[in-house]
């Protein structure tokens, strides 16, 4: 198993959350792995959108990056969104088959 910030830690899926109203965990959106572009895909269409246009900023050490940069973003993510009230998890910390 990778340590945290290794490269590929975050897996293939990166689930992105939200509380609601109730303060109730709810999906956003699952951000995955394209195997066959290798650039990381999602059914959110504004996100997937702002992300291609401007990209995140995870850890200082990697800079921005983009869907494009597949397994990199999705290593940024869970840094990138951290807050108490909306945050990515790896997949490996949430079950996908929900």
């Known amino acids: 198993m990778k340590s945290v910030g290794d ?3 975050a897996g ?3 689930r992105l959350r939200r509380l609601d109203e109730s303060a109730e965990a709810r999906d956003v959106t699952t951000v995955r792995l394209d195997t066959v572009s290798r650039s990381a895909t999602c059914d959110h269409a504004a996100l997937m959108d702002s992300w291609k246009e401007q990209g ?3 850890r200082a050490s990697q800079g921005r990056v983009y869907p494009r940069d597949g ?3 999705l290593d ?3 840094y990138a969104y951290r807050s108490a009230y909306l945050w990515a998890e ?3 910390k949430v079950d996908l088959s929900a």
Do not use: R, Y
């Open 7 to 9: 490269p590929g830690w």
């Open 12 to 14: 293939n899926a990166v």
């Open 56 to 58: 995140i900023v995870g």
């Open 71 to 73: 397994q990199g973003f």
């Open 76 to 78: 940024e993510l869970p």
């Open 90 to 92: 790896p997949a490996a």
